[in-house]
Structures are given as C-alpha cells and as structure tokens.
C-alpha cells in the first residue's frame, strides 16, 4: 500500500485555559508536549491503520510562550517511514485571538512505531513524494534518524574512549580529577 503525506494530516486547535497555565498566565510546557504526542498518534495512526506509540521525541525548543486566551494550533503529518516506523513533523503556534497575531511556539519530530493487534511492531505503508517539499521533509527526517543512531554508537558506554575527548575539555568549566 502506498499514502500521500496528505493522507496523514491532522490539525487541532484548542483554547488556552487557566487550568493549562503556570502562575505566571504562561502555558506550561508539559500541557503543550502532551498535546503534541496526542497529534502524533493521530497522525501515525491515521496513515498507518495501526494503533501507535511514541518511540522517541525529537529536541523540542520552545520559542514563544503561549498565554492564556490564546488558540493554540498544531499541524501533524507523516514526512518519513520506515518499515515499522514514522517520523511525524508537527507545527505549533499560537494565535492572540483579539489581535490577530500568530506567533511560531515550536515545531518537532516525534518518531512512532505501528504495532499489529498483540503488540507486536507492524509494516506501514509507502510514502509517496510529489514535491520537492515531500523529499526535503523526508531526506531531513531520514538525516536525524541516521544522526541520532551515530551519535548513540559514538558514546556507547561500553565503547567510550574518554581519553580522547579530553582536550575538547579544555575551554569548558569542569575540573578534570579522573582516578
């Protein structure tokens, strides 16, 4: 089976309440990641037919606080697969409903597995590119999973050299006292 990006889309937009907020009138962080993974399940699923989980989150920076009041709205879709994987890019921003600002609060990448009726991990379907867009988001998704999985080779425990990366040390505040 093969789906357009398309087919994954989900959007939703939920009003800021006072119960969603830290005692400054800021959204908590928490709230809005909670949300998040609720439209990377939607997303994944909704290509894949297959109930999903949250592998692994992508760094999640947050670059405008959200207010009470305020809509705020996220945009999911699938921009990669593997053979039991997605990657779902989602966009979030708020809009000051008086004004009419929309402000970019964050965007990230959460990678989600299908799994089949017992559990266990089941094949997703092709994804179709029609646009230079479709490869741009697929090749950056596909670039982050092959960087992720280097990284976590580069500093496996039972393979670090430390030795090696002392003078990358140097210039930083640490006090180097190995025994």
Do not use: W
Not at 122 to 149: G, Y
């Amino acid at each position: 089976m093969v789906k357009d990006p398309e087919e994954s889309s989900v959007i939703l937009t939920e009003l800021m309440l006072p119960s969603h907020s830290n005692f400054s009138g800021k959204i908590h962080g928490g709230y809005i990641l909670n949300l998040m993974d609720q439209i990377a399940f939607a997303a994944a699923s909704k290509f894949s037919g297959k109930y999903c989980v949250t592998a692994s989150i992508n760094k999640v920076d947050f670059k405008n606080p959200v207010n009470v009041g305020e809509l705020l709205s996220l945009k999911a879709r699938v921009n990669y697969v593997g053979r039991t994987s997605m990657t779902v890019g989602i966009r979030v921003t708020s809009e000051n409903i008086q004004t009419g600002e929309i402000k970019h609060c964050n965007s990230s990448y959460f990678v989600m597995v299908a799994k089949d009726d017992n559990g266990k991990n089941a094949m997703v379907p092709k994804l179709r590119l029609t646009s230079d867009q479709d490869v741009r988001r697929f090749v950056r998704a596909k670039s982050k999973l092959e960087n992720t999985r280097a990284r976590v080779r580069e500093f496996d425990a039972a393979c670090f050299d430390a030795q090696a990366h002392l003078d990358s040390l140097k210039d930083h505040r640490v006090v180097l006292d190995l025994q």
